[in-house]
């Protein structure tokens, strides 16, 4: 009788650990990606913290000025011009006020944006958090600057829009001292993870439930320093979020563009080819940096157009877009990133099906005197034009219609006259006077092509 009660009990242990993940890059790699990631296509990216304060040169203004050597002398000068002598990093803390920081605004742009997630910086290279880390004693948005839950206040906000919502996370920091202990010791030590990186990591995990974990800061040491595999075991296996979360590749030296989940392989990231392996590509409004910049000049910003021809070229080659914007140290998105996200908004709201949960086709662009690149869901096929031809007629060479072939133009529900170019292969579609729209790209939906 008990071998018969054990027998059971040992095939349902077996069934748990057959389905759990082990703490190595084979096991956690096979992991399945979630499929709400994939269909979401666009997300926003937010670099906020105190390095919004002094708001000049970059989010690495701190390195900058007292990291490297020799110090970058643009920030030198900038400190000993605007302030005075012996003014410390940490000064700028109480000065990130976030007075007019409005999470409800804040979501309802995000939303009139057409993003589906949202990523926060909860912890940059600086090492201060957005939230009241129990690690982290004085350098966080609660004990100092805000007096703030700003990790806890956004996500509420942005699910209450039905966004997912994600968080960055540097794993190092700059001038921690165990971290600097630890590499000191050539990362023999650990100190810095067991009693920092980890217990913070998890705290956070458990206390806001992020679908998203963008990871950064990895590159000075390998993933056996940074425990990467038994932390990304605990999150697919026992975290709350096992389920629906998803990591990129930044956990140790050497594994960008080769372990995690999706792979982000370096900042703006651009394959000239469909990879193998979702991707992502970060990028930023600013085109010089990722944190706000009191100096910014229109001249460095990206325009419409080029943010929606690489949303485009992005979706079209298999990867999901997530678009920057740095707020100012008070809690405002300033007025240009807005209208740039407002501007990528109005064109999902015509384009969309042609973005959202689409898959790359067999071909992914065409060689023409107009960018052309496709998508497809179902049986649809999508071209997208992302300048406007300059005559009434446009040929697509790679599409292969049938006589049941119905094309139309995403805004206009009326079908457009079209003819093969060949026998079976290519068609010449008739246009109709195309209208203004954000962005200037078009999308031409083609039904029953192969």
């Not at 589906?116 to 009241?132: D, I, M, P, R, S």
Request: glycine share 8%; aromatic share 16%.
């Amino acid at each position: 009788m008990f071998a018969h009660a054990v027998i059971p009990l040992i095939a349902a242990v077996l069934a748990v650990t057959e389905g759990r993940y082990s703490a190595d890059w084979k096991s956690l790699d096979a992991r399945p990606l979630p499929s709400w990631y994939d269909e979401a296509k666009f997300g926003i990216f937010i670099h906020w913290g105190v390095f919004s304060v002094p708001g000049f040169g970059s989010e690495w203004f701190w390195w900058h000025w007292q990291g490297q050597q020799p110090p970058d002398q643009k920030c030198v000068n900038y400190m000993a011009e605007n302030y005075p002598p012996g003014f410390s990093y940490a000064e700028f803390a109480p000065q990130f006020h976030a007075q007019f920081f409005d999470p409800e605004e804040w979501a309802d742009i995000f939303e009139a944006s057409g993003a589906k997630y949202v990523v926060l910086t909860a912890k940059h290279h600086e090492g201060f958090t957005n939230w009241q880390s129990p690690n982290s004693w004085n350098w966080n948005s609660v004990d100092t600057g805000p007096h703030r839950d700003l990790v806890g206040d956004l996500g509420e906000a942005v699910r209450n829009r039905s966004l997912h919502y994600g968080l960055y996370n540097s794993l190092y920091e700059w001038f921690h001292p165990l971290y600097l202990s630890d590499k000191k010791n050539g990362f023999k030590t650990q100190d810095f993870v067991l009693h920092k990186l980890l217990p913070e990591l998890y705290n956070m995990i458990v206390r806001y439930r992020p679908e998203v974990i963008w990871s950064d800061g990895d590159w000075e040491a390998p993933d056996t320093y940074w425990n990467s595999t038994e932390f990304l075991a605990w999150l697919y296996n026992d975290s709350p979020v096992k389920d629906t979360v998803v990591t990129n590749d930044r956990w140790g030296a050497g594994c960008a563009c080769k372990h995690g989940g999706y792979y982000n392989c370096e900042d703006k990231y651009t394959p000239g080819h469909l990879p193998k392996h979702k991707w992502e590509k970060c990028t930023s409004v600013d085109t010089f940096s990722w944190g706000y910049r009191r100096n910014m000049k229109m001249v460095e910003l990206m325009d419409l157009q080029s943010i929606i021809e690489d949303l485009v070229r992005t979706v079209a080659l298999g990867g999901n877009y997530l678009l920057n914007v740095g707020p100012t140290p008070d809690g405002m998105i300033p007025p240009l990133f807005e209208e740039r996200l407002r501007g990528v908004g109005s064109w999902l709201k015509i384009n969309g099906e042609a973005i959202y949960a689409s898959k790359p086709w067999r071909v992914q662009t065409e060689n023409t005197t107009v960018p052309v690149w496709y998508t497809t869901n179902g049986t649809t096929v999508y071209a997208t034009m992302t300048t406007k031809p300059s005559k009434s007629t446009f040929q697509l060479f790679e599409p292969r219609p049938s006589k049941y072939t119905k094309v139309t133009l995403l805004g206009n529900p009326e079908p457009l006259h079209w003819e093969p170019i060949y026998p079976n292969v290519g068609l010449i579609v008739t246009l109709p006077e195309l209208p203004f729209v954000p962005g200037q790209a078009w999308t031409l939906k083609l039904d029953q092509v192969l």
